[in-house]
């Protein structure tokens, strides 16, 4: 009985099924899949899954030209083969036969995933759950702004928990719109409602039936000055309009965000990034700015909805820097022109340890850029050069 994390030392393969109550079948994956990935994610685990924490090379070469074992791999190779235990532990007679000659975690990952990717099968059992449950996944939840860049993403990592989603767009034909429609699940648990923030009737209509909201629609200006007393206002009436209705409000508070791009349109962090790269931008601030990956941001809100503990505000960010240092991260993964400034504004110090608490693990930004400047080419705003570094 060996515990498998250093990190979270209390925690053996055998009380696994005591958080992982549901045996995995051909028909309750999604339902598994809730109460499985919470695990891996609180204790930092999920990159094995994921394939985010590959495994190291199993030699390393010495000073002498010959090959030594890699202590590296060898302890990643001992986390992994625990969580492969703590994967067929938790699954039905049938699906183990099935997994048996899978040899890493990732592999059985992808392959129960790639079983079970007809949400169909797995939606039966989700919906069901969805008109009893609270804050656990499979119950339905509100995402304003759905059709965003923020909230695409916050619409794709609950849909992937397993939620029900209603999501709000101003016009739910706009094609615009369209990429919702083919994240994973929303065939059966995303519908669309057309709904403006100004629209009271609108927004109730939307927020019928739901547990929770995910309030991700704002108007985004490209003045600092409005966006920001706007976005002040707006909480500081969330939270007295909460109090006095006792509504449990928690505050994610993200940098700029960085990543692949789900919808079609381009946002205005994205074009802020853009317009260096097609030059359109020939100076920069001398300023520094928190940044942090997309799908962390989504993932926070999932998790302080689903930590009942959750309370206040969660600093959503994973590094500051400054705008040059952005500017040769970008120039590395395409051409773009970078002066020196000097002198330059200092960095800011801040903690995002409240999220590290419910388990978010931060990826580093770096991927949010490339995943920013691929997205960009993929959709044709930027050229794919003959020798890309992507
Ligand atoms: N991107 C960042 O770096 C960043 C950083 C920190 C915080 N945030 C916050 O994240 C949220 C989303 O930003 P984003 O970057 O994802 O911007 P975005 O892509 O422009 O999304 C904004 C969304 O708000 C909706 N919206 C605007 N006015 C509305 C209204 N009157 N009624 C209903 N919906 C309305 C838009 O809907 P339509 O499609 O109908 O226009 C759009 O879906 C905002 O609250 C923003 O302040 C973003």
Excluded at 80 to 92: E, N, R
Excluded at 147 to 159: E, I, P, R, T
């Amino acid at each position: 009985m060996a515990s498998y994390s250093r990190s979270c030392p209390y925690f053996h393969t055998d009380n696994i099924t005591s958080l992982v109550s549901v045996k995995l079948d051909k028909d309750n994956y999604l339902l598994w899949r809730s109460q499985f990935e919470p695990v891996l994610n609180t204790t930092g685990l999920y990159g094995y899954v994921d394939g985010s924490i590959p495994c190291p090379p199993q030699h390393n070469t010495n000073r002498h030209g010959t090959k030594d074992v890699n202590e590296e791999y060898v302890s990643w190779r001992k986390q992994d083969q625990l969580i492969v235990s703590m994967i067929k532990v938790t699954v039905c007679e049938k699906v183990l036969s099935e997994i048996v000659g899978f040899t890493s975690s990732h592999a059985v990952w992808k392959y129960l995933k790639s079983q079970n990717a007809s949400p169909s099968k797995s939606c039966k059992m989700q919906d069901k759950m969805s008109s009893d449950c609270h804050t656990v996944p499979g119950s339905t939840v509100c995402v304003t702004g759905a059709g965003g860049f923020v909230g695409s993403w916050v619409v794709k990592c609950l849909l992937e928990r397993g939620y029900t989603v209603k999501g709000t767009v101003r016009n739910p034909d706009d094609p615009k719109n369209s990429h919702l429609k083919a994240l994973y699940g929303a065939k059966e648990r995303l519908a669309l409602y057309k709904a403006d923030i100004l629209d009271y009737k609108s927004l109730l209509d939307a927020f019928h039936g739901c547990r929770g909201v995910f309030h991700t629609a704002s108007p985004v200006t490209n003045d600092p000055n409005w966006y920001c007393v706007g976005k002040v206002l707006a909480e500081q009436m969330a939270l007295e309009v909460s109090k006095e209705r006792k509504v449990d409000l928690v505050v994610v508070v993200p940098a700029m965000v960085m990543g692949q791009l789900l919808q079609s349109t381009i946002n205005f962090s994205t074009m802020h990034i853009l317009n260096h790269l097609n030059g359109s931008s020939k100076t920069y601030n001398n300023a520094v700015n928190g940044y942090v990956h997309a799908e962390d941001v989504a993932l926070a809100h999932a998790l302080v909805y689903e930590s009942p503990s959750a309370s206040g505000r969660y600093l959503c960010l994973e590094s500051t820097h400054h705008r040059e240092e952005v500017l040769k991260i970008l120039a590395k993964l395409f051409p773009t022109c970078v002066d020196e400034v000097s002198p330059k504004l200092k960095p800011y110090k801040f903690t995002n340890q409240r999220l590290k608490d419910l388990g978010l693990e931060f990826k580093q930004v770096e991927k949010g850029f490339i995943d920013i400047v691929k997205s960009l080419q993929e959709k044709g705003h930027l050229p794919i050069l003959p020798r890309s570094k992507l």
